[in-house]
């Protein structure tokens, strides 16, 4: 009875695993029916790049490892969430996943290309040189419209959705996010800086700054210019057709 009672509570505790215990760290196939060394590379592959991890990194509060760098951008805005899950997360507490490079290092998998067997640590740099690889691309069918058009496909489109703060260079900030990164990271900064919102504008002089950057922010951009704005005119042509439905409107 006491060795049945041993039994049921070592399963619960592989079932319910302790509080603080690890959950997302990958673990590797126990063999052939659980996907053996086909399914290590898909198992230790970044869910941003779809690569095997390089340099893997750990968020503290959900557990969910990625590569250091593909994690980067999210770590430029002020209220990050991880990629996975959503959870908002403190970027002060991404930590260097070493179990996972200590797995990486240790287990092998079998190239997609030429079938070597290669440690996955490796396993990017074989990838790269592999010519069965070179190989499968090259044969890779071209891009081809679904529907074919003759009109030009526009390019250098100035970004006007996200903007970098002119203070510290904080990066994928939309505008509401810009105007509380400022106020909350840089309400006593004296620096004269450029808009990086009205520089992004048609009419925009992207040498003008600006002697009260904060007031600036809250006073001109209470609003989205996409709602309001034809980037096709100028500023006076879309004053001026304000105005006419302003008139009319009265």
């Known amino acids: 009875m006491a060795m049945f009672r041993s039994l049921v509570a070592s399963a619960q505790q592989r079932q319910h695993p302790p509080a603080g ?3 997302s760290a990958p673990q590797p196939p126990a063999g052939p029916g659980a996907g053996g060394d086909n399914g290590l590379e898909a198992q230790y592959s970044c869910p941003i790049c779809l690569e095997v991890f390089h340099r893997p990194v750990a968020i503290g509060s959900c557990g969910h490892t990625f590569c250091g760098e593909c994690l980067q951008p999210c770590l430029q805005v002020p209220s990050p969430l991880c990629p996975l899950c959503r959870m908002p997360f403190d970027p002060k507490k991404v ?8 797995q990486l290092s240790s287990y092998k998998a079998p190239c997609r290309g030429c079938s070597k067997k290669v440690t996955l640590a490796k396993m990017r740099s074989h990838i ?15 891009f081809v419209p679904v529907v074919p058009t003759s009109q030009p496909i526009p390019c250098n489109i100035p970004n006007r959705s996200t903007f970098v703060c002119p203070y510290c260079g904080a990066r994928n900030l ?4 810009l105007v509380k990164h400022c106020m909350e990271n840089h309400r006593s900064d004296p620096n004269r800086v450029v808009c990086p919102i009205c520089s992004a504008m048609p009419w925009g002089d992207p040498s003008y700054k600006s002697a009260n950057f904060l007031q600036h922010l ?13 980037y096709n005119i100028d500023e006076e042509a879309a004053f001026q057709a ?9």
Request: charged fraction near 25%; include cysteine; proline fraction near 4%.
């Open 128 to 142: 790269s040189s592999c010519m069965k690889i070179q190989e499968q691309m090259a044969s890779c069918p071209k």
């Open 95 to 102: 930590d260097k996943a070493s179990n996972v490079e200590k």
């Open 21 to 23: 215990a690890p959950t």
């Open 218 to 230: 809250l006073h001109r951009h209470k609003f989205s210019y996409d709602t309001f704005v034809d």
């Open 174 to 177: 939309d505008q509401q996010e």
């Open 242 to 250: 304000a105005l006419a439905l302003s008139l009319s409107e009265n």
